[in-house]
Each structure stands twice: as structure tokens, then as C-alpha cells.
């Protein structure tokens, strides 16, 4: 309840959680509120020499290359992104949580390996590790989530080993110990909700950069394969004549922004307002 | 500090060899033939079959990866698989357009970042922080390739100023730097904003305006070094974030580098390149963050390297 309610009172938390429920509604009810179908190579959808229309009171938002009407194709493609943005950071989240966790739980020699694993991995430039992957798999909407969990559990897991140490230092963790307590219970009784502010807080951003993450995979080809539309893949599709009809280029790419945008507004006031040592800063 | 660069060396080698092992273990579990690749289309399978043989590919995995650490520590690469040239030789010609690319991103980062993260601390919560932080939110959000198209639409198609690609002068390092330097400023912006008003807050500026001294003298003095300490380790480990998104930026200019190079590579299945790049990154992210922890105590004579 408290955190609802100082989210409200933040302009730029509110603004992006509107954005948010805009684009989700609009993934939902796409095909009551697409005008056309997503893939129609519209018999009316290109000029005579064959060029793509562009906006009018027809099309909003003009058509692409293949005559298909890009507000649609944008609606639709709200999907894949969203689908992708929540499962594939969802994923990331609980592998980084596992394993950030679990190494700053047990210490020992597994939690050791299971940091220096970690430290290995923080080495790979994720996208290019990314990149690396989805090429090697053949990319689909699923191989894409996977990937994309694969490549971004790193810092998650990072951040959370860091706090599980600290907080099993505590002295009522050795209170808890020292009565007996099992270990099942000071997991999830000391433990684990303490961790929960930091884990929200990821789990919103994280979909900030795992939507610019499948957006990139898929402006290279690698991402979510045609038909099916994707954001970033409209960008690939568009790209090699954006100078002549750039709307095919910008509305999906302000699209991308906007969602990254709003989870990153949301993330960034989740941030401020639970954890405890930035507050009354701002 | 000798023992530690050392160690520190140490460590930036085992983490090579890791890098290495899974991206080594990753490329053999490529569902496609690379020695099909290689053969072409049309070759007949005893052709595929000598080209598996050639290239060591019939080999099993760990003899493979046995054969390529020797090869390594001799300071070979290996040879592309497509293109008739050793790794090497394909992959440090190149590096001098990508290090320049990154010389000039990094330039407008710190420029624009630390500037604009300055501004915003000191006038906080003003108008001016706002617009400031919903403009670094902005750039943080957008997508490299985007940034990029929009540069090169808005400034070398529609004015002018700029060529639309190419290489080998001052005016083409600019758009691409910017679109890559951009999207860094935004964060430096937000971490830097963050950095100095937390130092805004401590005693020995207190005892700094207390004692009289001049607003210019507190900002230069104990201000801006203070604020910048957190900010180095940054720079560090931008240099792997960086890779990625020269990738992207470099695909939307035409920029001869490693990006290009790579990703060339990977749609061609060729996995020495690769290999080859990933280490080159590797081993360039590992110095970075050296180079970052060994310039620290000069900015703060507190920090010990141990």
C-alpha cells in the first residue's frame, strides 16, 4: 500500500506506468483495435510505381514495403516485444536470483565457483554474446527469451550475492543460527524478503533493457523471425530505405523508446522509494 | 602495486581462458555443418567431408579446443574459416577504426555527461534538473541503432552537415561517436548527478564554505574529484557494453571496425573470427577495469590496492 501510494505521487512513475498499460491493452486487444491484419499485403496498400503510402487519414501511420499498414503491425507487434520483455526478464530474475543467492548463502566451495562463474560471465559483452547465440540457434520468439535470460542473470546475481552476505552477517541471522533455527527458515523468513525491494526494483528495469536487447537482436535479423511483427524486426525490414520513407524506420523505433522509457520511469521511482539509504535524497 | 598488476594479470588470464572454454563449447553446439559452410552449396559429401578433415572439425571437441589453446599461446588465432587470411591478421587491422569509434563515444560521454549531471546536481531540483533527467531517461531508453538513424537522418540526409557514411576523416567520426556517446551520456548524467549530491552532502564541504572559500574552489577542489571517484570504475566496464553497441552503430554507418567484422563473422558461421573477437574483448574489458582500478588512488589517496 505504501509503495502504491508514493507512487502516485510521482508525475514521471504515473506517466510511465500509463504508458505501460496503453501498450499492454493495446498487445491484448490487438485484434479489435488494429485496423487491418497485420500481415495483409493491402491490394490498396502501395502507390501505382509500387512505394509505400504514407500517413494519411487512411493509413495513420502509412504503409511498408509489402504494402502492409504499420499502425496494425505496430500494434500487433506490441506482443512480441511485452512477451518477450516479461518472460525473458522474469527468467533472468529468478536465475540471477538462484544463483546470487545460493552463492552468498552457502559460501563454501560451491558458492565460490557458482561467483567465479559469475564473474566469468560478467567478462562477455552481453549483446555480442547475444548476437552470438541467436545466430547460432535458429532464431525464434522463444529462442530469443532464452537467450536473452541467459545473457542477462549476470548482474542480478552480482547485486543480490553482495546483499545475501551482508545480511547474513547480521547479527539476528547469528541469533537465529545460534537458537537453532533451520536453515529453510532463516532463507525465507531473514533472508529472502529482505531482498525483495532490490529484486522488484530489477525486475522492472531489467524489462527496460531486455526490451532494447530483443529490439537489437531483431533490427540485425536475429531476433523474432517474419511473419510475425516485431518492433525491432520492422526497423530491419524498413532500414535500407528509411532515407526515402523514414516513418517506416521512426514510428517503430519511437515505439521500442517509449516502452524502454516507461519501465525504465517506473523502475527509477521503485528504486527511490524502497531502498532505504537513497531516501528523503530526492 | 608491481605484485598486484601481476595478480591482477593473472586473473585477467584464467578469466581468457573461461571466456575461451564457453564460447568454444557454445560455437560446437551449432546446429549448422561449418564445414558445409566452407565446402559451398554445391560440394559433393566427400568434399564436405576432406574440408572437415582440413580444418580439424572431425576431431572430437576436446581435441579441437586442445589444439586451439596450443595454437593461442603462441599467439595464433588461427585462420578464418572463409575468408583466406589468418584471425589476426583480420581482426587488428580493424581495430584502430573500433578504438577510435570508442575514443570519440567516450569523448561525449564524459563531455556531455559529467557536464549535464553537474548542472543538474548543483541546480537540483529546479526546472532545469528536470529537463535534464527526462532527457538522460530519454537517451538511456532508446535503442543504439535508433539513436544512430535518427542522427544520420536528421543531420547528413536532411541538412547536410555530415556525410552519410564512410571513413577516414574528422567529420565521419562524428555522428557514429554521438550515437554511441549519447546513449552513455545519459547514464554518466544520472550516476554523476547521483555522485555529487552525495558529496554535496558531507562535512568537508560544509567546512569548505565555512572556512570562506570560494564557490569555484569548493566545486574544482573537493567537489568534481570527489564526485568523479565512482564514476572511473564506470568507464572500466563501459569498454564491454561499448562492444555491443558497436556492433549496432557500426552496421548503421558503414564503420570498417570490429563490429562489422564480427558480425559478418557470426551470420557466416565463422568461428575463428569469432573466437577471435570475443577474446580481443575479453582481454580489452579485463585492462579496462584494471586501468580503472590503477587510476582510482591517484583520484582518492584513501584507496589501498591490495
Known amino acids: 500500500m505504501y509503495i502504491i501510494k508514493e507512487l502516485l505521487k510521482r508525475k514521471l512513475a504515473l506517466l510511465g506506468l500509463l504508458l505501460i498499460a496503453v501498450i499492454v491493452l493495446a498487445a491484448i486487444f490487438a485484434p479489435w483495435l488494429a485496423p487491418y491484419s497485420p500481415e495483409d499485403q493491402l491490394a490498396d496498400g502501395l502507390t501505382d ?22 499502425l496494425s503491425r505496430l500494434i500487433y507487434g506490441a506482443r512480441a516485444s511485452l512477451i518477450i520483455g516479461l518472460l525473458a526478464n522474469g527468467i533472468a530474475v529468478a536465475i540471477g536470483a538462484l544463483i546470487g543467492v545460493t552463492a552468498g548463502f552457502m559460501r563454501g566451495w560451491f558458492g565460490a565457483a557458482l561467483m567465479r562463474f559469475t564473474d566469468l560471465m560478467m567478462a562477455f559483452p552481453s549483446l555480442l554474446l547475444a548476437i552470438v547465440l541467436a545466430a547460432i540457434f535458429r532464431p525464434s520468439l522463444w529462442i530469443v527469451v532464452i537467450v536473452i535470460s541467459m545473457v542477462n542473470w549476470v548482474q542480478i546475481a552480482r547485486v543480490l550475492y553482495t546483499e545475501t552476505t551482508s545480511l547474513s552477517e547480521r547479527e539476528y541471522v547469528t541469533a537465529e543460527r545460534s537458537i537453532g533455527a533451520s536453515t529453510f527458515r532463516i532463507l525465507f523468513r531473514h533472508i529472502l524478503p529482505h531482498l525483495i525491494p532490490t529484486i522488484t526494483c530489477w525486475a522492472t528495469l531489467g524489462i527496460a533493457t531486455t526490451v532494447l536487447l530483443e529490439a537489437a537482436l531483431s533490427y540485425l535479423g536475429v531476433g523474432v523471425q517474419p511473419p510475425t511483427p516485431s518492433w525491432g524486426g520492422m526497423i530491419n525490414e524498413n532500414q535500407s530505405y528509411f532515407q526515402s520513407f523514414p516513418w517506416l524506420v521512426f514510428y517503430p523505433g519511437i515505439v521500442i523508446a517509449v516502452l524502454a522509457l516507461s519501465f525504465n520511469l517506473l523502475g527509477n521511482a521503485l528504486r527511490d522509494i524502497l531502498d ?3 531516501r528523503g535524497r530526492h | 602495486m608491481p605484485a598486484y598488476i601481476l595478480r591482477r594479470l593473472i586473473q585477467a588470464l584464467l578469466i581468457l581462458l573461461g571466456v575461451s572454454i564457453i564460447t568454444f563449447a557454445l560455437l560446437y553446439l551449432l546446429p549448422a555443418d561449418p564445414a558445409r559452410q566452407v565446402a559451398g552449396r554445391t560440394a559433393s559429401v566427400e568434399q564436405v567431408q576432406r574440408v572437415r578433415e582440413q580444418l580439424g572439425l572431425n576431431l572430437p571437441i576436446w581435441q579441437q579446443y586442445g589444439r586451439y589453446l596450443w595454437h593461442l599461446l603462441q599467439g595464433d588465432l588461427g585462420r578464418s574459416y572463409l575468408q583466406r587470411s589468418q584471425v589476426v591478421d583480420l581482426v587488428f587491422p580493424r581495430l584502430p577504426a573500433t578504438a577510435l569509434l570508442m575514443v570519440g563515444s567516450i569523448f561525449f560521454e564524459l563531455i556531455l555527461g559529467l557536464t549535464f549531471g553537474l548542472i543538474a546536481a548543483l541546480r537540483r531540483n529546479s526546472t532545469l534538473d528536470q529537463a535534464i533527467m527526462a532527457m538522460t531517461f ?10 544512430g538513424l535518427l542522427l544520420l537522418y536528421f543531420f547528413a540526409v536532411y541538412l547536410g552537415w555530415f556525410p552519410i557514411g564512410g571513413y577516414g576523416e574528422f567529420k565521419h567520426l562524428i555522428l557514429p561517436s554521438l550515437s554511441l556517446g549519447l546513449l552513455g551520456a545519459g547514464w554518466y548524467a544520472q550516476q554523476m548527478r547521483s555522485s555529487v549530491i552525495e558529496v554535496l552532502r558531507q562535512d568537508y564541504v560544509r567546512t569548505a564554505r565555512a572556512k570562506g572559500l570560494s564557490r569555484a574552489r569548493i566545486l574544482v577542489l573537493h567537489i568534481v574529484p570527489n564526485a568523479l571517484l565512482p564514476i572511473i570504475a564506470m568507464i572500466g566496464l563501459d569498454i564491454g557494453y561499448f562492444m555491443g553497441g ?15 567484422l564480427t558480425w559478418q563473422a557470426i551470420q557466416q558461421l565463422d568461428i575463428p573470427i569469432i573466437m577471435g573477437v570475443m577474446l580481443v574483448v575479453a582481454f580489452a574489458v579485463a585492462m579496462g577495469s584494471l586501468l580503472a582500478d590503477l587510476i582510482a588512488p591517484f583520484v582518492d589517496p584513501r584507496i589501498k590496492l591490495r
Do not use: N
Open chain 2, 246 to 260: 558497436a556492433v549496432l552503430v557500426e552496421a548503421v554507418y558503414g564503420w570498417p571496425g570490429i563490429g562489422q
Open chain 2, 138 to 147: 530519454v537517451f538511456v531508453s532508446m535503442p543504439a541503432f535508433l539513436l
Open chain 1, 276 to 278: 532505504p539509504t537513497l
Open chain 1, 49 to 70: 510505381i509500387g512505394e509505400p503510402l504514407a500517413p494519411s487519414s487512411h493509413f495513420w501511420l502509412g504503409t511498408d514495403l509489402l504494402g502492409r499498414d504499420l
